[in-house]
């Protein structure tokens, strides 16, 4: 019996915790952190090689945090893993398009 206040507060503390980060993933500005990275990586891989070009989108989407960090709301993890989910989309289309599409 001694155990089923601290299971209660551990499951408190996790819903807490799942709510928030639900909200968060909600948010209007994580579907466009998608969406740029998508475009980015689609539009760097006709200028440089794919590994190139996931680079150089990752890159200035930490930029972009670091720059929300120093002047706007802060920097997010969460907007990272957006990014890379928008990153892994146009690479992996970039991946299956036909050889003659970038050239």
Request: glycine letters at 8%; proline letters at 4%.
């Amino acid at each position: 019996m001694g155990l089923e206040p601290s299971f209660r507060l551990a499951r408190d503390a996790w819903s807490q915790w799942s709510g928030a980060l639900r909200q968060r993933i909600a948010e209007p500005d994580k579907r466009l952190h998608v969406q740029w990275s998508f475009w980015l990586t689609m539009t760097a891989h006709v200028l440089w090689p794919a590994a190139w070009a996931v680079t150089a989108v990752f890159v200035v989407g930490l930029a972009k945090e670091f720059w929300d960090r120093r002047y706007g709301s802060g920097f997010c993890f969460i907007d990272m893993a957006f990014n890379v989910i928008g990153i892994a989309a146009g690479a992996t289309l970039c991946a299956v398009l036909p050889k003659g599409v970038f050239s």
